[in-house]
Structures are given as C-alpha cells and as structure tokens.
C-alpha cells in the first residue's frame, strides 16, 4: 500500500467482519500518516499509513477493528524526529 493510493474523500472502513465506514479520508500528510476528515464535533484525526491493508471498492481498508482505530488514532500528525 502506497500514499500515491490513498484519495481525499475515499470511505475508511475496518478490515475485520465490520466493513462499516467510520471515517473518510482527508488526504495524505506527509509520507506516512492519513489525515482524516472532521467528526461530529469538529475535530481531525491522524492514522499510520501502516495500518492501510489495501483498497477495496474504493474504500480504503484498515488492518484493524474500527473501535481499535477510534481507541488509537490521534488528534495531531506524528512528528518526525530529525537525523543528523
């Protein structure tokens, strides 16, 4: 799975027995993190780029449990540690 894959507006949805959609792409931050649309109540979230599996009838299909995602997800892009 590539960033390159990844659209704006693409339906997100659990790659376990649930293929319900609980979140829509808002698009690519950076390499490696997926920018999630607004909730209800306003706010972003942030997934690992890691954890897409693959696309399926155009809707992009997590390696875990829609509640695992919820649990985890976070508010802010993940920062990157500079090498020097």
Known sequence: MTAAEITPGMPVVCGMDDTAQFATVDHMEGSDTIKLRRDEAGQHHYIPLSWAKRIVDG??????????VMA?????????????
């Open 59 to 68: 809707k992009l299909q997590v390696d875990r449990a829609a509640k695992d």
């Open 72 to 84: 985890a997800w976070t508010t802010e892009p993940a920062k990157t540690m500079a090498r020097g």
